[in-house]
């Protein structure tokens, strides 16, 4: 790392540790917590919401399947965040981060769903069809309508500005900077090549708009994390006598400060708390808003059903793929804490890995490619329309084309730097995106109470969708 980028990642984390702080934590924390208990702990509906995932809902307006909208928001959310971002937690924050991890996992749940369903609630149509929705139209028109149309909007041009600038950072530069790493460590390719080829493949993908997007996500998602699951399961068979001490140390460790040894960096509560609950929403993304901008676009009677399906996508990522990869990863330091001392990041998850003979590593680099570049995808949409509820149709294209430029521009940047950036913007992103979720808390109870509590589900959704222009 150079001077110049030595000494702005030096203010990035300054800046990163106070936007992580008690606050933050908290209000992201307490938001999942609260709208577990609004809704009547949604979680207990997900084998329902499962089922209608795979359940075509055609005859409803949209632009993609649910199916499609979800695979979408899977994309970007199956990502380095659950192999890279997991295993940064456990080498800085200690196994107890794992815990943490999957408990935001478990009550962001709630998040998730009260985020489809406003996303849905208040999308709006533009005059050639499309569907445009998310927190920045929750905000303009639920919000504004609550509590006045200026702070609405307001909030709404705040949270899509951030948006737009954070999708280069967790949907662009640290996908793109993982898989270079990941690659020249394992076949010794430069990272401006793997920059070049990823640009490129990433330029043919993301002109067709979200419908080639979500097509490509359909096929690529539960192929690319079965074939990872798969690795996980080995290796914890492989690891099979170092699973209950390493259950125990996760639990142990989540509530108590731990000392440093046994392969394990020292760590408090607060910082196994700060890591495990970054890096769960780094991974699901429950409370940042992003999601939902899929969920929108998603063919549906009413808003509870994306809800329900959406909220899928935190219990795939994170309550199942960060949670074997969390289990993997400490197993295998207490297996073998001399050869994995020191190791964080992509390092940490490929010494992991190595257990498998042989093939450990290329099933590693196969998922890692394919679970970051299909985060690429569908963070493309996401920025997109971001940009496009900023300055209206005519920033697709330029947004495009630059999108395209930051994925090779990744690929040859500081790893440490690009995580305390990504840190950084996600934090900022989730803040007005958890106001609207509280403020609106009310209209999920409501539509929940109305679809899914009074055995309503397959009624079409009343609401007239707004109409603007492009």
Not at 48 to 61: P, Y
Not at 241 to 246: D, E, F, G, N, Q
Not at 444 to 466: F, G, H, Q
């Amino acid at each position: 790392m150079g001077e110049f980028a030595e000494t702005l990642n030096g203010y990035v984390s300054i800046v990163n540790g106070w936007v992580w702080g008690p606050v933050m934590l908290i209000l992201l924390f307490g938001t999942h917590v609260l709208l577990t208990i609004r809704t009547r702990v949604i979680q207990t509906h997900i084998f329902k919401a499962i089922k209608l995932s795979v359940t075509k809902d055609t005859s409803a307006e949209g632009d993609i399947s649910q199916f499609g909208a979800l695979t979408t928001a899977l994309a970007a959310t199956i990502g380095t965040g659950n192999i890279v971002g997991v295993a940064t937690a456990v080498a800085v924050g200690g196994p107890g981060a794992v815990l943490w991890c999957w408990l935001t996992g478990v009550v962001g749940i709630a998040t998730k769903y009260g985020e489809a369903l406003l996303a849905v609630k208040y999308r709006v149509k533009t005059n050639d069809g499309t569907m445009l929705g998310g927190p920045m139209y929750a905000l303009e028109l639920g919000v504004g309508e609550k509590y006045g149309k200026s702070f609405g909007r307001i909030c709404g041009i705040i949270f899509a500005l951030l948006a737009g600038i954070a999708s280069f950072g967790i949907g662009n530069m640290t996908q793109g900077n993982s898989i270079s790493g990941m690659v020249q460590n394992n076949f010794h390719v430069p990272n401006w090549i793997t920059g070049l080829v990823l640009a490129v493949l990433t330029g043919v993908v993301v002109i067709g708009g979200v419908k080639s997007i979500a097509t490509i996500c359909e096929k690529l998602v539960p192929l690319m994390a079965f074939f990872y699951i798969i690795g996980c399961i080995a290796i914890i068979c492989i690891n099979r006598a170092y699973i209950l001490p390493a259950l125990k140390e996760i639990f142990s460790s989540a509530f108590s400060a731990r000392a440093a040894g046994g392969g394990f960096v020292g760590a408090s509560v607060i910082t196994a708390a700060r890591y495990g609950i970054a890096r769960g929403l780094f991974s699901n993304e429950s409370g940042l808003g992003s999601a939902p901008i899929a969920a929108a676009a998603a063919q549906t009677r009413n808003p509870v059903r994306q809800a329900l399906v959406g909220m899928t996508g935190t219990f795939w990522d994170t309550v199942i793929v960060c949670a074997l990869t969390g289990i993997v990863l400490v197993s295998s330091i207490i297996k073998d804490p001399v050869a994995l001392e020191g190791l964080s990041g992509g390092d940490l998850t490929s010494g992991a890995f190595n257990a498998i003979p042989g093939v450990g590593p290329i099933v590693l680099t196969i998922g890692l490619i394919t679970f970051a570049w299909s985060t690429i995808l569908g963070w493309s949409y996401y920025g997109e329309r971001a940009w496009e509820y900023l300055l209206g149709k005519k920033a697709i294209f330029p947004y495009r084309v630059l999108w395209v430029f930051v994925v090779f521009v990744g690929c040859v940047t500081a790893l440490d730097l690009v995580w305390n950036i990504a840190d950084t913007l996600n934090a900022c992103m989730a803040f007005p995106n958890l106001i609207s979720l509280l403020l609106l808390s009310g209209v999920i109870v409501s539509e929940t109470r109305k679809y899914l509590w009074e055995d309503n589900l397959d009624a079409n959704s009343t609401d007239v969708i707004p109409q603007i222009k492009n």
